[in-house]
Nanobody
Framework: VQLQASGGGLVQPGGSLRLSCVAS????????MGWFRQAPGKEREFVAA????????YVASSVKGRFTISRDKAENTVYLQMNSLKPEDTAVYSC???????????????WGQGTQVTVSS
């Protein structure tokens, strides 16, 4: 599976962005698609994940209520809708796939290239 993330950019605090991650190849129903982010000088951290088959979603507490993850099975795409963005959300956002739900980045085998999100006035 190859993953292609897009949608990043520069946005003012309080603004919104929607990230997309398109997967090439079949995604099995048992798989989990996740978003992680890495800010300069910090470790990569879990943001959100979705079970591909049933659509169950998980969101990190740091972004809960502001970020929403969803998937479009017909388009083989997972989205991350980010609202009420804050400067601390600035990071490179990457999508990845795992065999089961986890917040541990080491459980995710396939990664797309990241997309930069910068929140600044």
């Amino acid at each position: 599976v190859q993953l292609q993330a897009s949608g990043g950019g520069l946005v003012q605090p309080g603004g919104s962005l929607r990230l997309s991650c398109v997967a090439s190849g079949r995604i099995y129903s048992s798989k989990v698609m996740g978003w992680f982010r890495q800010a300069p000088g910090k470790e990569r951290e879990f943001v959100a994940a979705v079970r591909w088959g049933v659509g169950t979603t998980y969101v990190a507490s740091s972004v809960k209520g502001r970020f929403t993850i969803s998937r479009d099975k017909a388009e083989n795409t997972v989205y991350l809708q980010m609202n009420s963005l804050k400067p601390e959300d600035t990071a490179v956002y990457s999508c990845a796939t795992a065999n089961s739900y986890s917040t541990n980045r080491n459980e995710y085998a396939y990664w797309g290239q990241g997309t930069q999100v910068t929140v600044s006035s």
